[in-house]
């Protein structure tokens, strides 16, 4: 997933050429990213941009391009994608959400729409993203949700992952991290949190950033299931950021197990603030482990 800073200057000369007959809406999506190819569209693929599009555009009886706070990859899920997207038309957000959710497949499903400043832009105006990488961590392959967790037979070492990923926090070049396909124009990015939840038979690793990188969350969770089963320390992934070298690191984890759970923004703009997905998770994952 690539991501851009937020740029002041952008959005108030957005706002001042902003046309007078248009309004400017916000919608906070979920999808289960299974059968897509990512979240943005693509010429010969199927993806969930697309599916929302169609949708809204019926809703609105002319065509709606959407722009999403970020492009999750190809099988990764949005519990709360939010997107922002500008129309002619007047609408409530009941009725974007009704209409829209009619014409929508059940893996995608609109949660909230609301109108919003034309300051507002859905991904330079975020302040941070969150994601959520669900283990299922069982003797046995689950039967169950098996798109949804990626599944680890090895019993995982909790405070080992917990202790590197001390090593990942703050502003950093995280080159090791990023996948090859990556355009975005610098490497450095800012971990505000990352924490190892021990949920029974499931891991959640949760982390916030102010933007990732292609894969960066992936190739993160590559790192530290290294470390959870033994096969490297905890400080191992303080060097392989040092290094930079993507070669050097493991094998991106699987995205099935990846949820994109929140996207942050200044209180200025009022976007609704839903409990943090999965919704199998069941609410808090209590205390993170140490």
């Not at 809406?25 to 697309?50: E, L």
């Not at 999750?72 to 129309?87: E, I, K, L, P, R």
């Not at 949920?199 to 102010?210: Q, S, T």
Request: net charge positive.
């Amino acid at each position: 997933m690539s991501e851009w800073h937020y740029t002041p200057n952008a959005l108030v000369h957005e706002e001042a050429a902003f046309p007078l007959d248009l309004k400017r809406y916000a919608a906070i999506v979920s999808y289960d990213g299974s059968n897509y190819c990512g979240f943005q569209r693509q010429k010969h693929s199927h993806t969930v941009q697309a599916e929302l599009e169609s949708a809204l555009s019926f809703v609105a009886g002319a065509p709606v391009i959407v722009a999403p706070a970020g492009r999750t990859d190809s099988g990764v899920h949005g519990d709360y994608q939010v997107v922002h997207f500008d129309s002619q038309a007047v609408r409530s957000g009941q009725s974007w959400i009704r209409g829209g959710n009619s014409k929508l497949p059940d893996s995608v499903n609109i949660k909230w729409v609301g109108e919003v400043s034309p300051k507002f832009h859905s991904r330079f105006s975020a302040l941070s993203r969150t994601y959520r990488y669900v283990v299922a961590n069982t003797p046995t392959k689950p039967a169950i949700l098996t798109n949804f967790v990626t599944w680890v037979k090895s019993d995982l070492d909790l405070q080992s992952m917990a202790k590197s990923c001390h090593f990942i926090l703050g502003e950093r070049d995280f080159s090791c991290f990023r996948g090859a396909a990556c355009q975005s124009h610098s490497s450095y990015r800012r971990v505000i949190t990352a924490n190892i939840f021990d949920c029974d038979d499931l891991l959640v690793f949760e982390i916030k950033a102010n933007a990732f990188l292609l894969h960066m969350v992936r190739n993160i969770m590559g790192a530290l299931l290294e470390v959870g089963t033994g096969r490297r320390s905890a400080d191992w992934i303080s060097r392989l950021i040092e290094d930079g070298d993507r070669s050097k690191a493991p094998a991106t984890a699987s995205p099935n197990g990846l949820f994109l759970v929140g996207v942050e923004y200044p209180t200025m703009f009022r976007l609704p603030v839903f409990r943090a997905g999965p919704i199998f998770l069941n609410g808090s994952l209590g205390v993170p482990v140490y």
